[in-house]
């Protein structure tokens, strides 16, 4: 079976399917045990004719579809496309970058409250910040810390190593933090909608066959804005409406996306 590997990866949607079938290869299949029981997950030794399913193998948990077509796609941090970003090692001038105040002499912490396949949250991590990860889904979770555990192997291990990532609901995270303990900056990825070609469009897609409802937008905004000690930035298409039709208070436009950043009370 011959299945393209798609590394580069949108944000997907919050709320949870069942969780896919966990196959693996005859060295992996411990490892993919322990990996099923986690997730509530149908346990496999072969890959199923259809639907999604979970492939574990030496070089790392990867998410698949049997049929319609074909694909697979992973967390990557050092090789593919967020290697070549990686590489370029011009992080200051990166949007995501500049959107959440971080500079030479300041590197805010950051909660990436949509953390998806950590994507940005590296970039952020590879400019200095400490970057904690907000994930609810437990198989992008898993796929998340795959990726991490891959990277730091890789040699990437002191960006990777200010990267912590929690499955855990952002709005029940947001919630909890408090006083001492807020961060300066809360980073929002929520997956917007609208046509995406090639590649992008493809991974978007596998996401949203695993993953249904979208997040609690207003709710996640407000408990974000309550809770950042300097600001609030969500990415955006940039043709698209503020989250929760909230305007921000400046943004950083893009060719396809924009940065919306929010100051917060606190600031």
């Known amino acids: ?29 411990a490892v993919a045990e322990t990996l099923a029981e986690r997730l ?15 492939w574990l193998a030496p070089d790392g948990l990867s998410l698949c579809q049997a ?10 941090f ?14 200051q001038h990166e949007a995501v970058v500049r959107a959440c105040g971080i500079t030479r002499g300041h590197c ?18 590879s400019a200095g910040a400490r970057v904690t990860l907000l994930e609810r889904s437990p198989v992008v979770h898993a796929l998340l810390t795959d990726g991490l555990q891959r990277a730091t192997a ?18 029940d995270w947001l919630t909890g933090a408090a006083g001492d303990i807020s961060p300066a900056v809360v980073y929002l990825d929520p997956m917007y909608s609208g046509r995406r070609r090639g590649a992008a469009g493809k ?13 609690d937008e207003p709710a996640l905004l407000a408990r974000a804005r309550a809770v950042a000690t300097q600001r609030v930035v969500v990415k955006r298409h940039r043709h698209a409406a503020p989250l929760a039709d909230q305007p921000p208070d400046y943004h950083l436009p893009g060719r396809s996306t924009r940065f919306d950043v929010y100051r917060t009370r606190n600031a």
């Open 1 to 29: 079976m011959v299945i393209g590997i798609i590394r580069h990866c949108d944000k997907p949607p919050q709320t949870p399917s069942p969780p896919p079938v966990v196959a693996a290869d005859e060295t992996s299949v």
């Open 40 to 54: 509530g997950s149908p346990r496999r030794t072969h890959p199923p004719e259809r639907g999604l399913y979970l």
């Open 67 to 76: 049929a319609g077509p074909a694909m697979c796609m992973r967390a990557e």
């Open 78 to 91: 050092v090789s593919g496309v967020q290697g070549y970003r990686s590489a370029r090692q011009r992080h």
């Open 108 to 125: 805010p912490w950051v909660v990436d409250a949509t953390a998806g396949l950590g994507r940005d949250a590296f970039v952020l991590a």
């Open 154 to 171: 890789a040699g990437a291990g002191e960006r990777t190593g200010r990267m912590h990532a929690h499955a855990v609901d952002a709005v």
């Open 203 to 215: 991974e978007l897609a596998l996401l949203q066959a695993l993953l249904t409802d979208t997040t």
